[in-house]
């Protein structure tokens, strides 16, 4: 089965920058889209970042000119480039990949990785 692995979090202070790393492993056909979500407590899980096939991203106004989404297809990894994080960052942040299964546009679904803890604070 489809699993999606995230890496990179950790500890950074204020104006520090941290990468994360999602790699998908399994029977995947295509990649329509993949991106990041994040959840603080209390909160709702909101959209960071997201990366579609032909390369169109989309960005949250929050992190607009911080964080930058990147991919390599031909590894089944997306990227999140996190630049001058700030205290309201901190969240478990979420991989997410809409995939498809075989050649049948309607055969695709939406896979979560576990998360990873991104913490920023002095």
């Known amino acids: 089965q489809v699993q999606l692995v995230e890496s990179g979090g950790g500890l950074v202070q204020p104006g520090g920058s941290l990468r994360l790393s999602c790699a998908a492993s399994?029977?995947?056909?295509?990649?329509?889209?993949m991106g990041w979500y994040r959840q603080a407590p209390g909160k709702q899980r909101e959209l960071v970042a997201v990366i579609t096939t032909p390369g169109f991203t989309n960005y949250a106004d929050s992190v607009k000119g911080r964080f930058t989404i990147s991919r390599d297809n031909a590894k089944n990894t997306v990227y999140l480039q996190m630049n001058s994080l700030k205290p309201e960052d901190t969240a478990v942040y979420y991989c997410?990949?809409?995939?498809?299964?075989?050649?049948?546009?309607?055969?695709?679904?939406?896979?979560w990785g576990q998360g990873t803890q991104v913490t920023v604070s002095s």
């Open positions: 399994g029977s995947i056909f295509s990649i329509y889209r």
């Open positions: 997410n990949a809409v995939l498809g299964l075989d050649s049948g546009l309607d055969n695709k679904a939406t896979y």
